[in-house]
């Protein structure tokens, strides 16, 4: 499956954001799906996750409470509401998905990526 963010950009703190992550397959409800973040000189960080098939979803303990991540099987997307931006949260989002129920916080069991989406806070 291809996957495409957007929505990424330029804002002060206290702003607000959404990203999307558009796939290409018609069968999106059947993967797992997460949004992860970069900034250079560090390792993807999980960021939240949501489940294929009960739309559970997880958090960092760094977005809990400020960012929403959902989906729209009908529209093959899925999206990460960001409030309350930090400079902190400055970095490249990337989108990911798996092919399995399981519940993941870790990058390397997520085979598919988008190309990632810059989001900067200014303070």
């Known amino acids: 499956v291809q996957l495409q963010a957007s929505g990424g950009g330029l804002v002060q703190a206290g702003d607000s954001l959404r990203l999307s992550c558009a796939a290409s397959?018609?069968?999106?409800?059947?993967?797992?799906l997460a949004w992860f973040r970069r900034t250079p000189g560090k390792e993807r960080e999980f960021v939240a996750r949501?489940?294929?098939?009960?739309?559970?979803?997880n958090y960092a303990n760094s977005v809990k409470g400020r960012f929403t991540i959902s989906k729209d099987n009908a529209k093959d997307t899925m999206y990460l509401q960001m409030n309350n931006l930090k400079p902190e949260d400055t970095a490249v989002y990337y989108c990911?998905?798996?092919?399995?129920?399981?519940?993941?916080?870790?990058?390397?069991?997520?085979?598919?990526w988008g190309p990632g989406t810059q989001v900067t806070v200014s303070s």
């Open positions: 949501i489940s294929r098939s009960d739309g559970r979803t």
């Open positions: 990911a998905a798996v092919h399995s129920s399981g519940v993941y916080f870790d990058a390397s069991k997520y085979p598919y």
């Open positions: 397959t018609r069968t999106f409800r059947n993967y797992g």
